[in-house]
């Protein structure tokens, strides 16, 4: 029981990281290397706001959130302006760089041995929540002038030019939500563990969920969150060594690239919406509205 | 320190400038960033560690049979990863996800089947320094330099003046013209690999020699992509210098403040590259096509 | 004076793809621009709606020089465009498409981006009816839930229009909207254009190479070559022209 538990909570908080990447590279098409870094940055800043100032949960989870994405700005600034390629490679770089910085700043972080102390806050309860909330923010953002125009850059950057788009900032504000997001799902995971150390938030987290992404469907928020499901859940049950899970990751990716590029999804979205009308429920939907 | 540490930094540019130029090779034919490169580097590097290991070769035959596993690994890797792509003429987004899922497929090869534990190379060399009068040079930096540097002139002189190269030319400025110029294009596409497979591979076993080896070495590929930006994407020329310059600078910040911030430092020089001039030393362009 | 453009020049390495090029348009005008392969025809329209940043001369619109700015600025301003390789958004329906050239003008926040506010409702919905108005004017309204690549081709080309009115501009420039479309496609084209002109009142520039459209249409002609300018005047005035036939007409009747 308390494996099965533990198995859902570290799935919901990885459908919760996804989701942020969804939203950069499902949408956008931008790819962050360094995402798990702010994962990271998430992590490591609640958790020492609260075990060094003993400052409330929440307080500490916001101000997290709030470094995460202003450390986003100074990062997204120089590169949304330049072809995409860029943004993976400065954030390969940048994750690289926070990596050694958690590395060397033992006093705060504790260096590569880890941080350990962190009150346990997260619960079944708590992942299920922030993962519907967020799903619900992911569903909507897609469906707004936001989503239309992320999906129109992805698509067409020059098009998207010549409709008055203005492209850096649709791409920052896409990194921004990612990054915010993201971050959150580090602080969950860090209130959850109790303890984090570098080596688990390495340019290969970040890769892990693109593919993620990309297995469920590009387009797809529905696929995302089921592709983050059978790749996290589905190893974890059937109790692979962690480097074959890679293996077997990677040769499925590779399979679905060669011979169904648009992912096990596509561009299909469960029809919440239709699905509740059926049901005639009072009660709020439970996924958002996705189209 | 001074001439040691420049020459010390020379080697690690050196170094860093066969990544650089590997990766902007594919960059330039296929227009992406091929994040595969950094675990085919360790796997050819481990190929070739196993290798001297169990056949006591020297230094150089080593270097050749890493190269030509990288080359071929590379091959097959083209084949499985991006060829069906290419053919398809999708979009950038999927050779990424394809380069990276190969990348982690490379990595969990070598983790399986090495385990995660650190090798060294044996020692190739009789005594570590080589003295030039009162100078004394390290003989692995040396080797690196001028490995590194060879190699490089050949590939610069078969990417100007051969055929071969002129061709791998036309089909980075535009494949379909090139294909109507009766290029073949994909033979083309996999010489840039096998190429690129094979600067992985030299890079694969100096990076073991001058760290260690282990899985993650890959992870050093990072250093070949900043100095690909610092010196502007799609640039050899550009690539070969900011590589040099990111391993002078590095080496000599490394000397004041310690080698634990090197990747922050790489980081923060190429931040600072990008707001001052996004377009790299060589100031090309590559803006996505209109 | 809507639109001036005043010299416009524009290098790529030593090729010169556009030269000192002149042009003024008023609300209401129809303009054509024709000239054989490689004229420079597509590069005054890239300077003009800021693909490209000039190298050299202005250009005003309603009296604001908008020369240097972006390109979605210009778009902004009230400049917008089509392609001649149609460029539709992949992933998007057709009325998304053609709300996406709307968006930048819709006005909710972030917010909004995320939960459905009233202010997000009330603006996309004023925001589809003006859409679903502007596919209504190109025909498209059936198709408004299709994918645009699954359309026929001549289908496309009215999707660019319509995305291209929907970002409410007072020029439109329209790149070759008749490549590889039917004569009957032609015709209908030739009668949106006509339409568009007259409903909207704004001011469109014309690049095409089937001539019994732009003669059709036009009320000035501007006849490029290499370039450069060669001719300027009415259908009638450019026809009669010895330089544009020597340069144009004569090797493209040659070609046929």
Known sequence: MEFISSVITFTLISIISVIGVYILTGLTGMFSLG??????????????????????????????????????????????????????????????????????????????????????????????ISAIVCIIFASYFKTSKYGRQCIAVKSDELAAKAMGINISRIKMTAFLISVAVTSYSGALYAFYTTYVDPSIFGWKKSAEWAIMVFFGGVNSLTGSIFGTVILTALPEVLRFAAAYRVVFYSILVLLIINFKPSGLFGEYELPVGKIIKLFKGGRKEEKGNAA | MSVQIIINGLALGAVYALIATGFSIIFNVLKFSNFSHGALMTLSAFIGYFVSVGTGLSLFPVILISMLAGGLIDLAGEFVAFRKLTIRNTSSIYYFVSSITLGTLFEGIVTIWVGPNFYNYPRFFKSMVVKFGSLIV????????????????????????????????????????????????????????????CLAGLAGVFLGINYTLYPQLGNLVVKGFIASVIGGLGSIFGAVVGAILLGLMETLLINFIGSGYAPVFSFL???????????????????EKA | MLLDVKGISKSFGGVKAIQNFSLTAEKG????????????????????????????GTILLDGKNITKMEQYQITREGISRTFQNIRLFKGLTVLQNVMCAFDPLSKYSILGGLLPTPKRISEERKGRKMCEHYLEVVGLLPYKDERPENMAYGLQRRLEIARAIACEPKVLLLDEPAAGLNPTEVK?????????????????????????????????????????????????????????????????????
Not at chain 1, 37 to 60: D, E, H, Q
Not at chain 3, 29 to 40: H, L, S, T
Request: hydrophobic share 50%; glycine share 10%; with cysteine.
């Open chain 2, 138 to 197: 390290s003989t692995s930096d040396l080797i690196m330099f001028i490995t590194s540097f060879a190699i490089l002139m050949i590939l610069m002189f078969f990417i100007q003046k051969t055929r071969l190269g002129r061709a791998l030319r036309a089909v980075s400025y535009d494949r379909d013209t090139a294909s109507l110029m009766g290029i073949n294009v994909y033979a083309t596409i996999q010489m840039a690999f096998f190429i690129s497979g």
């Open chain 2, 269 to 287: 020089i190429m931040l600072v590259f990008l707001l001052v001039r996004p377009r790299g030393i060589a100031g090309s362009n590559v803006q």
């Open chain 1, 35 to 128: 995402q798990a870094s702010f994962m990271a940055i998430g992590a490591y800043v609640s958790g020492a706001l609260v075990v060094k100032t003993g400052m409330p949960f929440w307080m500490a989870v916001i101000i997290a959130i709030i470094i995460s994405v202003m450390i986003g700005f100074i990062v997204g600034f120089p590169t949304v302006r330049l072809r995409r390629d860029y943004i993976s490679l400065v954030t390969l770089g940048f994750g690289e760089a926070i990596t050694s910085l958690l590395n060397q700043t033992q006093s705060i972080t504790g260096g590569a041995l880890g941080f350990s102390g962190i009150p346990k806050r997260t619960t079944l309860l708590l992942a299920l």
């Open chain 3, 188 to 256: 209908d084209l030739t009668e949106l254009i006509e339409r568009l002109s007259k409903d909207f009142g704004f001011a469109i520039l014309l690049i095409e190479h089937r001539l019994e459209l732009v003669m059709g249409v036009s009320q000035k002609i501007y006849v490029l070559n290499f370039g450069k300018t060669i001719a300027v005047g009415t259908p009638d005035e450019v026809r009669e022209n010895p330089e544009v036939i020597k340069a144009y007409l004569g090797e493209e009747e040659k070609k046929c």
């Open chain 3, 29 to 56: 005008d129809i303009i054509g621009i024709i000239g054989p392969n490689g004229a420079g025809k597509t590069s005054a329209f890239n300077v003009i709606s800021g693909v490209y940043t000039a190298d050299e």
